[in-house]
T-cell receptor, first 111, second 112 residues
Framework: AQRVTQPEKLLSVFKGAPVELKCNYSYSGSPELFWYVQYSRQRLQLLLRHISRESIKGFTADLNKGETSFHLKKPFAQEEDSAMYYCALSLSSGSARQLTFGSGTQLTVLP | EPEVTQTPSHQVTQMGQEVILRCVPISNHLYFYWYRQILGQKVEFLVSFYNNEISEKSEIFDDQFSVERPDGSNFTLKIRSTKLEDSAMYFC??????????FGDGTRLSIL
């Protein structure tokens, strides 16, 4: 069965510092990886999808199949980045594809 | 931008009672999902729905749960006889084929 691990429940960095939120997964096939973000009192929103290879709000994430990781990075954190971040995985086959979530990392960017 | 909407935002129900949580997915989406998040725990998949039938369901989605698309817009989750452990945040999501899921704000279900 697939599994997503986010080892840090809480992460604090100062404004302007680099930030990396870790995500590791276990799945024997080729999954699709996502990062979702939940700002205070708002809904879960898609931040990144690994196949898009985009940079959103300065965040990037690279899928490393050798290390089974999909860490989220930003070179210069901003206070508005403070939020809950969830890494999620879906299987690449099947039409209605369930998401398996990690437990989330609460990022706080300090002034 | 179109959004998934969920009602009510908070539902308080006595144990043993039936509860129906409602969702209006984005109008041109074909795939619908329910997830739940017990306080302090992970977001967990419950069920996916496509073409008027369940596509996948998790072990959590037992006989006390059911889903329905009663008309062209609503997607409901029914819990037949609620238990204390059903207290959680329930999220609805929808998507197009092979596209990311869009989530609603959630319904907080409190069982007394």
């Amino acid at each position: 069965a697939q599994r997503v691990t986010q080892p840090e429940k809480l992460l604090s960095v100062f404004k302007g510092a680099p930030v990396e939120l870790k995500c590791n997964y276990s799945y024997s096939g080729s999954p699709e990886l996502f990062w979702y973000v939940q700002y205070s009192r708002q809904r879960l929103q898609l931040l990144l999808r690994h196949i898009s290879r985009e940079s959103i709000k300065g965040f990037t994430a690279d899928l490393n199949k050798g290390e089974t990781s999909f860490h989220l990075k930003k070179p210069f954190a901003q206070e508005e980045d403070s939020a809950m971040y969830y890494c999620a995985l879906s299987l690449s086959s099947g039409s209605a594809r369930q998401l398996t979530f990690g437990s989330g990392t609460q990022l706080t960017v300090l002034p | 931008e179109p959004e998934v909407t969920q009602t009510p935002s908070h539902q308080v129900t006595q144990m043993g009672q039936e509860v129906i949580l409602r969702c209006v997915p984005i109008s041109n989406h074909l795939y619908f999902y329910w997830y739940r998040q017990i306080l302090g725990q992970k977001v967990e998949f419950l069920v996916s729905f496509y073409n008027n039938e369940i596509s996948e369901k998790s072990e959590i989605f037992d006989d006390q749960f059911s889903v329905e698309r009663p008309d062209g817009s609503n997607f409901t989750l029914k819990i037949r006889s609620t238990k204390l452990e059903d207290s959680a945040m329930y999220f609805c999501a929808s998507s197009k084929y092979n596209q990311p899921q869009h989530f609603g704000d959630g319904t907080r279900l409190s069982i007394l």
